[in-house]
């Protein structure tokens, strides 16, 4: 069946249903929406676009987004460069800076080893990482990977690679959430919570 | 608190939020993706918006989208004339489009009464509507406006409009789903299908 609709139109939905997470229901919305809204509006978001992946991209360090060579954790000389917390995603960094409990530096690997979706180490920046615990005298390496089967895969095999060269490799809890209950709590995280478990200071 | 992100990062994440159905979350990971994708396909999804809008407007006659001044169905000059039928939005075409039942005509009116988010009568393409009929020739309006509080009160603002000029004035049946089920049927859905009832022919 050819399309129903104005071939650019056409051309819109197609673009939209590429996205994660838009349907072709959700495409249908936007595309309506865009559709609908001030042609300031619309060229705005397409400008967005463009400006974001001409300005931004990879901190040559890193790999957080960076507008320039380095990201703004690596431009700051007040962050602990002997400590690295390793993560899948740049929007892991924004996770880990709300708590304000990390002043190192970060390393960005850009996804998780995941043999299903054809992700194996060589794909993450993996080298990169090896290349700057010499440089940068780093002391500990934070495994800050998913807590999921994809994550812990990356954080084992970043262990086996990283314990050997005399660093303290830790890997940060799992366990029941803040805030949570034990009764509504999965038996492997409740497993976690137990195996984690920590002397009492009173 | 600034944003953890580079500015164009944060600026493509506004944008995207401002999406309708795209909450904080997804924007995230459409940005994700899109700082990830190769530079060609971001500049595609951009383009696509630049030209849909440049490209494609309203039909002058119908407010469908059209490429040119009018639609694909009002070029249509096998179409019937006679009969039109109303609908909110342009995907609404297509769906009934879909059913291959009807071969007349179309009337978008780009929305429906809807107090509450300040809709009123004024903001839709009633006027034009109303213009049509005498021009056209119309002899029956089909009133396919959604079976929810705004469609309703649309089509009942649209019948009262109408039927003094002697047209023949119908709605879309309201009823059960086919290949839907009594028992999971919600009250106000199965009341409408019992007061829609229509003799068995045999």
């Known amino acids: 069946m050819t399309s129903p609709y104005e071939a650019p139109v056409q051309k819109l939905l197609d673009e939209l249903g590429r996205l994660p997470g838009v349907g072709p229901k959700s495409a249908q919305r936007i595309a309506f929406y865009l559709m609908k809204a001030a042609p300031e509006d619309a060229n705005r978001l397409a400008r967005a676009i463009v400006e974001a992946k001409d300005r931004v991209s990879w901190c040559r360090r890193c790999f957080n987004f960076a507008e320039g060579e380095l990201c703004v954790y690596c431009r700051d000389d007040r962050r602990d460069a002997t400590v690295l917390c390793v993560v899948e995603e740049p929007r892991d ?110």
Chains 1, 2 share one sequence.
């Open 93 to 202: 960094i924004v996770a880990v800076e709300r708590t304000q409990e990390f002043r190192g530096r970060y390393h960005v690997l850009l996804g998780a080893i995941s043999p299903i979706e054809g992700v194996g180490p060589e794909q993450l920046r993996i080298k990169e990482l090896l290349a700057r615990i010499p440089a940068e005298g780093v002391e500990e390496v934070i495994l800050a990977t998913n807590p999921n089967i994809e994550g812990e895969a990356t954080a084992m095999y970043l262990a086996r690679l990283l314990k050997p060269q005399g660093l303290r490799v830790t890997r940060i809890a799992s366990g029941l959430p803040v805030g949570g209950d034990l009764e509504y709590a999965d038996e492997v995280t409740l497993g976690r919570a137990l195996e984690g478990r920590r002397e009492v200071e009173a």
